[in-house]
């Protein structure tokens, strides 16, 4: 199983991005895949994730209302849409699978199976 997040690169403040985490050797629509991110000297941050089966999704405040995640089975990859970026939402991302959720909500980094490499979301004028 291999995971690969894509898509970050340098925007200014209000600007947007797309994240997109694609996986092989695994169909992501059965398993609960969540974004995180780690800013320097900080925590790895739970972001967003998404049930595969029931759909259900679900955000950290932080960016609720500004980042949107979904799924794509044709292309078995999970996406993060991300509007409206702030400075603060500067960090590398990553994206993650659990493949046995024992909630519809997985908001705990340790929960997660597989780990994509990460990608640097870099926001400033």
């Known amino acids: 199983v291999q995971l690969q997040a894509s898509g970050g690169g340098l925007v200014q403040p209000g600007g947007s991005l797309r994240l997109s985490c694609a996986a092989s050797g695994i169909t992501l629509e059965y398993y609960a895949i969540g974004w995180f991110r780690q800013a320097p000297g900080q925590e790895r941050e739970w972001v967003s994730c998404?049930?595969?089966?029931?759909?259900?999704?679900a955000y950290a405040d932080s960016v609720k209302g500004r980042f949107t995640i979904s799924k794509d089975n044709a292309r078995n990859t999970v996406d993060l849409q991300m509007n409206s970026l702030k400075p603060e939402d500067a960090a590398v991302y990553y994206c993650a699978l659990d493949r046995h959720p024992t909630k519809v909500v997985v908001t705990d980094a340790t929960e997660y199976d597989y780990w994509g490499q990460g990608t640097q979301v870099t926001v400033s004028s």
């Open positions: 998404i049930n595969g089966r029931s759909g259900t999704t």
